[in-house]
Nanobody, 130 residues
């Protein structure tokens, strides 16, 4: 059974850093690519980053606005996925979620990530403000 628990959010100043964690169960990291999503106030949920499943080459991808600032990674045990957020700006504010891209082992186009999750965690709130 897929389950995700996100943590690590909080208030951070522009230009600062934050690392989000996603505890993954149900062997999701072995079976599926995992994505980080965010939902800003008043906006739809969007894909931010993706990492391919553990049995693949572990390729990663990022949405344009976060490329070069965010880094997705996972532990060797296959239980945790992180999102390192550097040089944050107010546009990064929102609830962040991780989810399995069910049916996919390789990351899709970031714009298509929304099609695949079936289970969501409670999310973690990131607020970028001075």
């Amino acid at each position: 059974q897929l389950q995700f628990v996100e943590s690590g959010g909080g208030l951070v100043q522009p230009g600062g850093s934050l690392r989000l964690s996603c505890a993954v169960s149900g062997f999701a990291l072995d079976k599926y690519a995992i994505g980080w999503f965010r939902q800003a106030p008043g906006k739809e949920r969007e894909g931010v980053s993706c990492i391919s499943s553990r049995i693949t080459n572990g390729g990663t991808d990022y949405a344009g606005p976060v490329k070069g600032r965010f880094t997705i990674s996972r532990d060797t045990a296959g239980t945790t996925v992180w999102l390192q957020m550097n040089s944050v700006n107010p546009e990064d504010t929102g609830h962040y979620y991780c989810a399995a891209l069910v049916g996919l082992q390789i990351c899709p186009f970031i714009s298509q990530m929304w099609r695949y999750p079936e289970v969501w965690g409670q999310g973690t709130l990131v607020t970028v403000s001075s």
